[in-house]
């Protein structure tokens, strides 16, 4: 989650909790992650007795007014009834610990006998207001965005002239990725090449990809309607008062991998029909307020909305439609290889996860589903552990992938083979510890792809979802490329009326994109001056960000003039070199090139309660971020063979925390209620 903050980052943040409350949140503070430590510290520190928000905040009486105790003890409730949880790993104590030290031998007994447990996935108590147009504006996203990351993933000149050179350079990551792309899919290598990449070249592609939105200040100011906001904050300083504001729906990233939470926020999405129906007395002045602030600052009325709009919490359809596309591939394979479909062989789908996961339910409901509702089985395996031949072969012979007799065979039977692999992990250089030079996990991505089953994603897939690509594909013209209009299609001889719908395409997803701007060697004069505004003094406007998924390494803030200033010369009239008149002359050096510097964004705010570990954490402004999953399943040619709207996931984070990944330890699962 990338957003603007209302306060600067030494201001008191607006939470409300009665003091008692409070004070146990400052207490659980050391066993949460650092950011949610920082928020409880700052909750007990800025809530007094009392049980108001301070300052007038946003919600301040609906919440006062709330039962706490009865909403999050059903809350809780349902998390453990439904698997609304996260698993939760028992360390071994400390090589230092003494044996009369009661605590550890506590822990080494219950590490032995239980070294797993589970607890309520972080949430949000209550829904969060959302624009019922522009929910159903991110929800017909999928498909189009779907479309760009397959005919990305094969136009390999694009994904050369865009990740290589300085960017490669400057990021070995992505520059190993794009290696292995090009040996395997590219053009230039020869019989060798060509002889590698075979069967990967005949393989289907599959993708579940995910679109995170929110929604933004426009410049422009007209009339509200529910996709219209007034100012709760009333300007920076947080005050009342203030002029209405438009607000419209941007892009802040596409996650072509690991695109998780499916599975939780499905389950979250039940809580919170069942909290607000159940519950819809106590609950509904808090949830009135929240859509009076992104619906012009008026309370909710039912009679705004119109006849055939959506209100509510929607139903999430993502454990439903993911599990649907991969047994879409799975069957592909099986029409497309007969003699693998044979007795004990039979193939299964490869989930590719992480040592020491704790995001393991929200895996396993993927998994359950997959097999309740389609007959396929799963087995799970790392990086590592894929690529060692005795758990993992590729045959050089047919392309077939096998799950090995032992350890990962199903049921403890023979040697499986792989219709699809599915990637829940491989997204970070972390996830592959044994190093770029013929590292083990390297060698186990490598063979993956190298087979005949789809993969989720391939590799192209995978770099179509990189940071300098989604800026790259901002640039006018860019996604015509991959889109073109009726005209450039008459030219080539071709129909009209395709034509007519990529053009419109092109201007659904061009209309929510954010300002996107190099820091590489193709750095445009737009590019610079966005450079110049942030070290001007203007560095609040973005956010700098790497060729990284998963939170915690953005730049904000004085953080982010600093990053940049210390990576680039200026020849200035000046010689003051904190600041960039407009006549300045910049020289970016190499190390930005793995940055792209992104528009900041500015959602409305809204109160929220936030549980972590089925306590409650605190209450206060909270800003949200959309997720839309899309499946797509395409043959070798390019040809779609399903392509669909998977569902969705909104995370909720207190309104001065920067980052926002779940897992990371950022934000917490929510959903939208409708209006």
Same mark, same amino acid.
Request: aromatic share 8%; with cysteine.
């Given at each position: 989650?990338?957003?603007?903050?209302?306060?600067?980052?030494?201001?008191?943040?607006?939470?409300?909790?009665?003091?008692?409350?409070?004070?146990?949140?400052? +207490?659980? +503070?050391?066993?949460?992650?650092?950011?949610?430590?920082?928020?409880?510290?700052?909750?007990?520190?800025? #809530?007094?007795?009392?049980?108001?928000?301070?300052?007038?905040?946003?919600?301040?009486?609906?919440?006062?007014?709330?039962?706490?105790?009865?909403?999050?003890?059903?809350?809780?409730?349902?998390?453990?009834?439904?698997?609304?949880?996260?698993?939760?790993?028992?360390?071994?104590?400390?090589?230092?610990?003494?044996?009369?030290?009661?605590? +550890?031998?506590?822990?080494?007994?219950?590490?032995?006998?239980?070294?797993?447990?589970?607890?309520?996935?972080?949430?949000?108590?209550?829904?969060?207001?959302?624009?019922?147009?522009?929910?159903?504006?991110?929800?017909?996203?999928?498909?189009?965005?779907?479309?760009?990351?397959?005919?990305?993933?094969?136009?390999?000149?694009?994904?050369?002239?865009?990740?290589?050179?300085?960017?490669?350079?400057?990021?070995?990551?992505?520059?190993?990725?794009?290696?292995?792309?090009?040996?395997?899919?590219?053009?230039?290598?020869?019989?060798?090449?060509?002889?590698?990449?075979?069967? +990967?070249?005949?393989?289907?592609?599959?993708?579940?990809?995910?679109?995170?939105?929110?929604?933004?200040?426009?410049?422009?100011?007209?009339?509200?309607?529910?996709?219209?906001?007034?100012?709760?904050?009333?300007?920076?300083?947080?005050?009342?008062?203030?002029?209405?504001?438009?607000?419209?729906?941007?892009?802040?990233?596409?996650?072509?991998?690991?695109?998780?939470?499916?599975?939780?926020?499905?389950?979250?999405?039940?809580?919170?029909?069942?909290?607000?129906?159940?519950?819809?007395?106590?609950?509904?002045?808090?949830?009135?307020?929240?859509?009076?602030?992104?619906?012009?600052?008026? #309370?909710?009325?039912?009679?705004?909305?119109?006849?055939?709009?959506?209100?509510?919490?929607?139903?999430?359809?993502?454990?439903?439609?993911?599990?649907?596309?991969?047994?879409?591939?799975?069957?592909?394979?099986?029409?497309?290889?007969?003699?693998?479909?044979?007795?004990?062989?039979?193939?299964?789908?490869?989930?590719?996860?992480?040592?020491?996961?704790?995001?393991?339910?929200?895996?396993?409901?993927?998994?359950?589903?997959?097999?309740?509702?389609?007959?396929?089985?799963?087995?799970?395996?790392?990086?590592?552990?894929?690529?060692?031949?005795?758990?993992?072969?590729?045959?050089?012979?047919?392309?077939?992938?096998?799950?090995?007799?032992?350890?990962?065979?199903?049921?403890?039977?023979?040697?499986?083979?792989?219709?699809?692999?599915?990637?829940?992990?491989?997204?970070?250089?972390?996830?592959?510890?044994?190093?770029?030079?013929?590292?083990?996990?390297?060698?186990?991505?490598?063979?993956?792809?190298?087979?005949?089953?789809?993969?989720?994603?391939?590799?192209?897939?995978?770099?179509?979802?990189?940071?300098?690509?989604?800026?790259?594909?901002?640039?006018?013209?860019?996604?015509?490329?991959?889109?073109?209009?009726?005209?450039?299609?008459?030219?080539?001889?071709?129909?009209?009326?395709?034509?007519?719908?990529?053009?419109?395409?092109?201007?659904?997803?061009?209309?929510?994109?954010?300002?996107?701007?190099?820091?590489?060697?193709?750095?445009?004069?737009?590019?610079?001056?966005?450079?110049?505004?942030?070290?001007?003094?203007?560095?609040?406007?973005?956010?700098?960000?790497?060729?990284?998924?998963?939170?915690?390494?953005?730049?904000?803030?004085?953080?982010?003039?600093?990053?940049?200033?210390?990576?680039?010369?200026?020849?200035?009239?000046?010689?003051?070199?904190?600041?960039?008149?407009?006549?300045?002359?910049?020289?970016?050096?190499?190390?930005?090139?793995?940055?792209?510097?992104?528009?900041?964004?500015?959602?409305?705010?809204?109160?929220?309660?936030?549980?972590?570990?089925?306590?409650?954490?605190?209450?206060?402004?909270?800003?949200?971020?959309?997720?839309?999953?899309?499946?797509?399943?395409?043959?070798?040619?390019?040809?779609?063979?399903?392509?669909?709207?998977?569902?969705?996931?909104?995370?909720?984070?207190?309104?001065?925390?920067?980052?926002?990944?779940?897992?990371?330890?950022?934000?917490?699962?929510?959903?939208?209620?409708?209006?």
């Amino acid at each position: 989650m990338t957003a603007g903050r209302r306060y600067p980052t030494s201001s008191p943040v607006r939470f409300s909790l009665v003091g008692a409350v409070a004070a146990a949140a400052a +207490a659980a +503070a050391a066993s949460f992650p650092l950011p949610f430590a920082s928020a409880l510290a700052m909750t007990a520190s800025s #809530s007094g007795g009392g049980g108001g928000l301070p300052g007038g905040g946003a919600g301040g009486s609906a919440l006062s007014s709330l039962p706490l105790d009865l909403l999050s003890s059903h809350a809780n409730a349902y998390a453990a009834a439904h698997g609304l949880q996260i698993e939760t790993k028992k360390l071994p104590p400390p090589a230092s610990a003494s044996d009369d030290d009661e605590d +550890a031998i506590g822990a080494s007994s219950s590490l032995s006998s239980s070294p797993s447990s589970y607890q309520s996935a972080p949430v949000s108590l209550l829904p969060n207001a959302y624009p019922s147009e522009m929910f159903a504006r991110a929800r017909s996203l999928a498909v189009p965005f779907n479309e760009l990351v397959d005919r990305i993933s094969r136009d390999g000149p694009f994904l050369r002239e865009t990740l290589g050179g300085d960017v490669s350079d400057a990021d070995r990551f992505t520059g190993k990725l794009l290696e292995l792309y090009e040996g395997i899919y590219g053009d230039d290598d020869g019989a060798d090449a060509e002889e590698r990449g075979k069967f +990967a070249r005949g393989a289907d592609r599959m993708g579940i990809q995910r679109s995170d939105y929110m929604l933004n200040e426009a410049s422009t100011s007209a009339s509200a309607s529910c996709g219209d906001s007034s100012n709760n904050s009333g300007g920076a300083d947080g005050g009342g008062g203030g002029g209405r504001k438009k607000y419209e729906l941007k892009q802040v990233e596409l996650n072509t991998i690991a695109a998780s939470f499916a599975g939780l926020a499905s389950n979250a999405a039940g809580m919170h029909r069942y909290l607000t129906s159940r519950f819809s007395d106590e609950a509904g002045d808090f949830l009135r307020e929240n859509a009076g602030a992104v619906a012009g600052g008026t #309370s909710h009325d039912d009679d705004d909305i119109p006849e055939d709009g959506e209100i509510g919490v929607p139903e999430n359809p993502a454990l439903v439609r993911l599990p649907r596309a991969m047994n879409v591939a799975h069957e592909r394979y099986l029409e497309r290889f007969p003699d693998s479909a044979e007795g004990a062989r039979s193939p299964a789908v490869l989930f590719v996860v992480q040592e020491g996961e704790t995001n393991t339910v929200d895996q396993r409901m993927i998994e359950f589903a997959l097999w309740e509702n389609h007959g396929v089985p799963v087995v799970r395996m790392s990086l590592t552990a894929a690529g060692d031949d005795a758990h993992l072969r590729l045959d050089e012979d047919t392309g077939a992938l096998y799950v090995q007799e032992g350890k990962y065979s199903p049921n403890g039977g023979g040697r499986k083979e792989v219709s699809l692999v599915y990637y829940r992990a491989g997204y970070a250089p972390t996830d592959y510890p044994d190093g770029y030079d013929d590292g083990i996990e390297w060698r186990g991505r490598e063979k993956i792809e190298r087979g005949r089953c789809a993969k989720c994603p391939n590799l192209g897939y995978h770099l179509a979802g990189t940071k300098k690509v989604q800026q790259e594909l901002a640039r006018p013209g860019a996604l015509e490329r991959f889109f073109p209009s009726s005209s450039s299609k008459d030219e080539e001889g071709g129909g009209g009326v395709d034509g007519e719908g990529e053009e419109e395409k092109v201007k659904a997803m061009r209309g929510a994109f954010a300002g996107l701007y190099s820091l590489g060697s193709d750095a445009a004069a737009s590019d610079l001056d966005a450079v110049r505004d942030a070290l001007g003094g203007g560095d609040g406007r973005y956010v700098l960000k790497p060729q990284r998924e998963g939170g915690g390494y953005n730049y904000y803030g004085k953080d982010l003039a600093e990053k940049i200033r210390s990576n680039v010369n200026i020849d200035d009239d000046t010689d003051d070199s904190s600041s960039s008149s407009s006549s300045s002359v910049i020289a970016l050096g190499k190390n930005l090139a793995e940055f792209i510097l992104m528009e900041r964004l500015f959602p409305p705010r809204q109160t929220a309660v936030l549980l972590r570990g089925g306590k409650v954490e605190g209450a206060g402004d909270s800003i949200s971020e959309l997720g839309c999953f899309g499946t797509i399943v395409a043959d070798k040619e390019g040809r779609t063979v399903c392509n669909e709207y998977g569902g969705w996931i909104l995370r909720t984070k207190f309104e001065n925390v920067d980052e926002g990944g779940v897992a990371s330890g950022f934000a917490t699962l929510s959903s939208p209620y409708l209006c």
